[in-house]
T-cell receptor
Framework: QKEVEQNSGPLSVPEGAIASLNCTYS??????FFWYRQYSGKSPELIMF????GDKEDGRFTAQLNKASQYVSLLIRDSQPSDSATYLC????????????FGPGTSLSVIP | DAGVIQSPRHEVTEMGQEVTLRCKPI?????LFWYRQTMMRGLELLIY????????DSGMPEDRFSAKMPNASFSTLKIQPSEPRDSAVYFC???????????FGPGTRLTVT
């Protein structure tokens, strides 16, 4: 089992809809979770982080964490064509030293 | 504020040549990360430094790869000798306070022929 998994997509949603992106992870001890957005040909950009179970909202973005089920999700409300990008989930694996593992990313396409 | 600066932005080299990639982190950041991104393998952490000291280099693919951070404002990633399978985009990122919030540079696109 891969350490961090995401559906590769592409996920297509109409403009104005809610886009739901999911990420599962294998290390039960993981405490920190991040979502990055990467436009084609550009570098990843941090958009959200979450440390505690539950929801965290920032503008149109909501991160949801469920440690018992080992998943973290990102909801994008009122999706815009400018949200079309690849979304990378990153999980911090805590061992003798911390290590970050990125998921393969989910490609999102918002259709006008 | 200047973000993370990487150079060169593009590098084309022949197999067997030495390649050096450079990174200047955001001022005040005490963590520096080197990543490689390919379509097949995604974004992989190669090595990271804290206060100029390498903490985890388990992602460095083999002895042909080496990284240094001689001071808080400069790091290099060297590949010697380079091979076609090293072709990828190499990103440098920096962060502070151990929060793992990372800010990426624009990347270096390396092509080894």
């Amino acid at each position: 089992q891969k350490e961090v998994e995401q559906n590769s997509g592409p996920l297509s949603v109409p403009e104005g809809a809610i886009a739901s992106l999911n990420c599962t992870y294998s290390d039960r001890g993981s405490q920190s979770f991040f979502w990055y957005r990467q436009y084609s040909g550009k570098s990843p950009e941090l958009i959200m982080f979450i440390y505690s179970n539950g929801d965290k909202e920032d503008g149109r973005f909501t991160a949801q964490l469920n440690k018992a089920s080992q998943y973290v999700s990102l909801l994008i409300r009122d999706s815009q064509p400018s949200d079309s990008a690849t979304y990378l989930c990153a999980v911090i694996i805590e061992t003798s030293y911390d290590k970050v593992i990125f998921g393969p990313g989910t490609s999102l396409s918002v259709i006008p | 504020d200047a973000g993370v600066i990487q150079s060169p932005r593009h590098e084309v080299t022949e197999m067997g040549q030495e390649v050096t990639l450079r990174c200047k982190p955001i001022s005040g950041h005490d963590y520096l990360f080197w990543y490689r991104q390919t379509m097949m393998r995604g974004l992989e952490l190669l090595i990271y430094f804290n206060n100029n000291v390498p903490i985890d280099d388990s992602g460095m693919p083999e002895d042909r790869f080496s990284a240094k951070m001689p001071n808080a404002s400069f790091s290099t990633l060297k590949i010697q000798p380079s091979e076609p399978r090293d072709s990828a985009v190499y990103f440098c990122a920096s962060g502070s306070g151990g929060t793992w919030e990372q800010y990426f540079g624009p990347g270096t696109r390396l092509t080894v022929t």
